[in-house]
T-cell receptor, first 114, second 112 residues
Framework: GDSVTQMEGPVTLSEEAFLTINCTYTATGYPSLFWYVQYPGEGLQLLLKATKADDKGSNKGFEATYRKETTSFHLEKGSVQVSDSAVYFCALSEFEGATNKLIFGTGTLLAVQP | EAQVTQNPRYLITVTGKKLTVTCSQNMNHEYMSWYRQDPGLGLRQIYYSMNVEVTDKGDVPEGYKVSRKEKRNFPLILESPSPNQTSLYFC???????????FGQGTRLTVV
């Protein structure tokens, strides 16, 4: 079945460093791809999404490009801040029959130090 | 404000004592789901619902029940909780295929 693989954490960076969190997927169809962020003690919230190949999602300085040829959706940010410390989840949305299911990666903890 | 509300936020219970975690959304979404989050496993879907009176099993349904009598509510029921159901639970709703999911703030359940 469909699946999402993302790099394991924790990822520890200094403020203003460049961030990449890798995400690759396996899907039989043409899923939509998402990045969700979970701040401490909170639920998940959508960070960005892309619905078709070559689309670039962006929000709050984060970007990710839907690469069908490499089945990837890597998250990047040019200059991280302490406030970006959170757990980041890559996810895909499949629509097999009527399930309309979101499949998540295992999450990557990002810790940004001042 | 668009939101998904779960209650309670924290719950400690004993093995075998039935409990219900409530979930309510105010966005008139058709799709609702329950997930559990465990370290190293990410989020796994427990049950989902496509509309009122339409529910189905997700990836880890054993030991759980749900109901969808109204569009806005989707409670999760543990008839006889066991320690392996100790986890962080999230309810989510979506308006349609490939749309953004809105999550509740989570319920941290401990079964002793």
């Amino acid at each position: 079945g469909d699946s999402v693989t993302q790099m394991e954490g924790p990822v520890t960076l200094s403020e203003e460093a460049f961030l990449t969190i890798n995400c690759t997927y396996t899907a039989t169809g043409y899923p939509s791809l998402f990045w969700y962020v979970q701040y401490p003690g909170e639920g998940l919230q959508l960070l960005l999404k892309a619905t078709k190949a070559d689309d670039k999602g962006s929000n709050k300085g984060f970007e990710a490009t839907y690469r069908k040829e490499t089945t990837s959706f890597h998250l990047e940010k040019g200059s991280v801040q302490v406030s970006d410390s959170a757990v980041y989840f890559c996810a895909l949305s499949e629509f097999e029959g009527a399930t309309n299911k979101l499949i998540f990666g295992t999450g990557t903890l990002l810790a940004v130090q001042p | 404000e668009a939101q998904v509300t779960q209650n309670p936020r924290y719950l400690i219970t004993v093995t075998g004592k039935k409990l219900t975690v409530t979930c309510s959304q105010n966005m008139n979404h058709e799709y609702m789901s329950w997930y559990r989050q465990d370290p190293g496993l990410g989020l796994r879907q427990i049950y989902y619902s496509m509309n009122v009176e339409v529910t189905d099993k997700g990836d880890v349904p054993e030991g759980y029940k749900v109901s969808r009598k109204e569009k806005r509510n989707f409670p999760l029921i543990l008839e006889s909780p066991s320690p392996n159901q100790t986890s962080l639970y999230f309810c989510a709703s979506r308006s349609g295929v490939n749309t953004e999911a809105f999550f509740g703030q989570g319920t941290r359940l401990t079964v002793v």
